[in-house]
Structures are given as structure tokens and as C-alpha cells.
């Protein structure tokens, strides 16, 4: 029950509010050990800045260059790292586990 | 997510008030779900669930995969007395992420020379407890052995469905405060939450080694009702 993302929310709220195009990325799904509890937030403006974080560093830059993406189109993306998906990822998590990351624009 | 959603939500954390957000992964559909509102929800039963548990997670449901975002308030910790334990106490709950507050009528114990950096009040329980908005995210430990601002102060937690109650004093000092309290119309079973003599088991003698006896202990109550089933109902009949 402990809260956690307190001012990531916040920030989220205060930055669409100064007319930043502002996307949301969270933790939606995780397995084996993953370094940040679903739920965690990440959030992204049009211009890479971010607050939060999804992985501890490990995938940050993948998710932000994701965001813009989202930002552009408006269209939510299910992301998804782990050391088994060094394919489709350049990233990965040197933990070990997988997370799946959802990203969706703030409108 | 909606603008206005993100708001609500943001709002809903800000008042202390529980709060689920139910997003459609496939389409990314969004409702937000207000925890006095959760009854009335078609995913009642897997939304009740997690609101107790306080954990977000992906559900398969009636209405396909969806991801309950779960936001429960941080957890404040209240404390009668500004005595010598508080002063360990106090700093001691800050440190784990409770948002503290000290309720001392006496005011040559609630100065803030003893107490930087806490927020101390220094009036009456009937005074100083309404406003703190004590709830169920809320830990509440009488330290005064005052009976005149401790008994007060318990009834008012035990009304409010605190997760941790807890009162200093020996089994001797506690059966006298059971009587008092049950002659003011409290029954067994809520008397029973309150735990007492406080903290765990640890040997502790000074005030500083009971602070952490007892936040050892609010910390077991809270890990305890994330990990399980609680043993009474608490969010679920708030929210009914």
C-alpha cells in the first residue's frame, strides 16, 4: 500500500497543462527479476525530457524514443525488454527478467 | 490518458481517497474508478481485490486484458504524545515514507525545539484529530499514558479503520483502559485491534529501542495486509 510515482503524476498533469505534448509509460507486466514494481511510471514532453522510471536506466532511452513516437500519433504501444529479446530490442535488461511497458499519450 | 482522468486522479491522491484506473491495453480505453465507487463497478470483485491489496496488475476480465493502475494514499503515521519515544519515533517513520504527525495538548512537551522538522499540534485530540482526515492508510500510537488524551484519541481511531493501532502501557495499564473504553460503549472485538503492550517483542528498554519495536511493528500489520487476505473486512465495506 505504500504509494510510490507520487510526483511523476503530478508532473505529468503540470507539463500537458504548459502545453507540452506529454506521453505516460507504466510497468504493466513483469517477469523473472525486474528492477522496477508494475506499476511505475515514466513520463515523457515532445522533446525527450523525462521524469521517473520505468527500469532503473536500463531501457529509459528505448521507452523515451518510443514516447515520441506515441506523441506524434496519439496511438498507445505495449513495449516489451528482456535479455530474450535482444532481437527486437537493442536494449536489454542485465537482470535477467522481462518487463512489458505501456505508452500512451496524455490528451 | 485522458486529460481529465489524469486530473481526477491526481486530485483523488491529493485527498487521500483510493483510486484504480482500468486501461484497455488493446485500445488503450481508459476509465477511472473512484474506490466509494468500486461497488457499483462491473469489475467489482477483481477491483476489490486489488484495491485491498493496494498492488496495480494486469487482469484478464469480462472486458478483456486490462491494467488496473492501483493508487492507495501514503501512509501517515499519528502519535499522541510528545514524549520521549516520539522523538525517535517521529524520525524513525519519516524515514519509511509516513507522513507524521504529533498530537500533544500539552504544550510544554509539543515545543518544537524537541520536535524538528515533525508536525506537531498542540491541541486536544477532539481538536487536532478531525482535520488530520485519519483513515485506513493510517498508523495511530497513543504514547502519553494519559488516559484524558489518549482514550479520546483511540476511540477516534478505532472508529477511522486504522491499518496499526497501537497504546503504551503494561497488560495492567491496558486492562484499565480496556474498562474505561468499554464503559464508553466499545466492544470486545474492536478493542482487540489495539495492540498492546506496544511493539514487538524485543527486549526493548530504552524510548529509542521502543520506537523501533513499534515501527518494526506497524511495519509487520502493513506488509501483513499486503501480502493477505485481511482477517476483516476493511476497504471492500468501506467501498459497499
Known amino acids: 500500500m505504500l504509494a510510490t510515482d507520487n510526483d511523476i503524476l503530478k508532473a505529468a498533469e503540470d507539463w500537458r497543462n504548459k502545453g507540452r505534448a506529454v506521453a505516460l509509460a507504466t510497468v504493466v507486466e513483469t517477469w523473472g527479476s525486474a528492477p522496477r514494481p508494475v506499476g511505475s511510471n515514466l513520463v515523457i514532453d515532445e522533446e525527450g525530457n523525462f521524469l521517473g522510471s520505468v527500469s532503473g536506466g536500463c531501457v529509459e532511452g528505448a521507452v523515451v524514443t518510443e514516447a515520441l513516437d506515441v506523441i506524434e500519433n496519439g496511438k498507445p504501444k505495449m513495449l516489451e525488454f528482456g535479455v530474450a529479446d535482444e532481437t527486437a530490442w537493442k536494449v536489454g535488461l542485465s537482470c535477467g527478467g522481462t518487463i512489458r511497458v505501456f505508452v500512451e499519450k496524455v490528451e | ?240
Open chain 2, 1 to 240: 490518458m485522458k486529460l481529465d482522468i489524469l486530473q481526477s486522479l491526481n486530485s483523488e491522491r491529493q485527498a487521500r481517497r483510493a483510486v484504480i484506473v482500468v486501461t484497455d491495453v488493446a485500445s488503450g480505453k481508459q476509465r477511472l474508478v473512484k474506490a466509494a465507487d468500486v461497488a457499483k463497478d462491473p469489475l467489482r470483485p477483481v477491483l476489490a481485490e486489488h484495491l485491498r491489496s493496494g498492488k496495480s496488475g494486469m487482469e484478464q476480465t469480462a472486458e478483456g486484458r486490462v491494467f488496473l493502475t492501483v493508487h492507495v494514499p501514503a501512509p501517515q503515521l499519528v502519535i499522541t504524545g510528545a514524549v520521549h519515544i516520539s522523538q525517535v519515533l517521529a524520525p524513525i517513520g519519516k524515514l519509511l515514507g509516513y507522513d507524521v504527525t504529533i498530537v500533544d495538548p500539552r504544550t510544554a512537551f509539543a515545543s518544537i525545539e524537541r520536535f524538528p522538522d515533525v508536525k506537531v499540534i498542540a491541541e486536544w485530540p477532539d481538536k487536532a484529530l478531525p482535520p488530520l482526515g485519519i483513515d485506513h492508510y493510517t498508523a495511530f500510537v497513543a504514547l502519553t499514558h494519559d488516559p484524558k488524551i489518549d482514550d479520546p484519541a483511540l476511540t477516534h481511531a478505532l472508529a477511522r479503520d486504522c491499518f496499526y493501532i497501537g497504546a503504551l502501557g503494561s497488560r495492567k495499564t491496558h486492562a484499565r483502559r480496556v474498562e474505561r473504553l468499554k464503559q464508553q460503549g466499545l466492544t470486545d472485538a474492536e478493542l482487540s485491534r489495539i495492540h498492546a503492550p506496544i511493539g514487538i517483542n524485543i527486549g526493548a528498554e530504552s524510548p529509542a529501542e521502543i520506537a523501533v519495536a513499534i515501527m518494526a511493528q506497524i511495519t509487520e500489520r502493513l506488509r501483513e495486509e499486503v501480502d493477505a487476505e485481511p482477517a476483516q473486512p476493511s476497504i471492500a465495506k468501506a467501498a459497499s
